[in-house]
């Protein structure tokens, strides 16, 4: 599967901004998938993730109550939605897939997906 990240841009703080994966080249919804993040100097962290139905979600702590991760499988998207956006919240935003028929867990580790587009840059002034 190909995947492909956009929707990044320039917020302020307090602001919201929605970020978009596409997929595609296989069955999308065979796929869990993720988003993670990597601030200048930091290495890349998990953001949150999807599973393949939709029905299931995990967040990092840091995002819990101001992003939101949905999936439209007829469509071959799964978004983020960031709001309350904080400075912290700066990075370069990747998405994330792996072919997860049978597993009951959502990866929430950069090694359990297979599949990575390429990053969408996100900042947020002070």
């Known amino acids: 599967v190909q995947l492909q990240a956009f929707g990044g841009g320039l917020v302020q703080a307090g602001g919201s901004l929605r970020l978009s994966c596409a997929a595609s080249?296989?069955?999308?919804?065979?796929?869990?998938v993720g988003w993670f993040r990597q601030a200048p100097g930091k290495e890349r962290e998990f953001v949150a993730a999807?599973?393949?139905?939709?029905?299931?979600?995990t967040y990092a702590d840091s995002v819990k109550g101001r992003f939101t991760i949905s999936r439209d499988n007829a469509k071959n998207t799964v978004s983020l939605q960031m709001s309350s956006l904080k400075p912290e919240d700066t990075a370069v935003y990747y998405c994330?897939?792996?072919?997860?028929?049978?597993?009951?867990?959502?990866?929430?580790?950069?090694?359990?997906?297979?599949?990575w587009g390429q990053g969408t840059q996100v900042t947020v002034s002070s």
């Open positions: 994330a897939g792996v072919f997860n028929v049978g597993i009951p867990t959502i990866p929430t580790d950069q090694k359990g997906y297979d599949y």
């Open positions: 080249g296989r069955t999308f919804g065979n796929y869990a």
């Open positions: 999807i599973s393949r139905s939709g029905y299931s979600t």
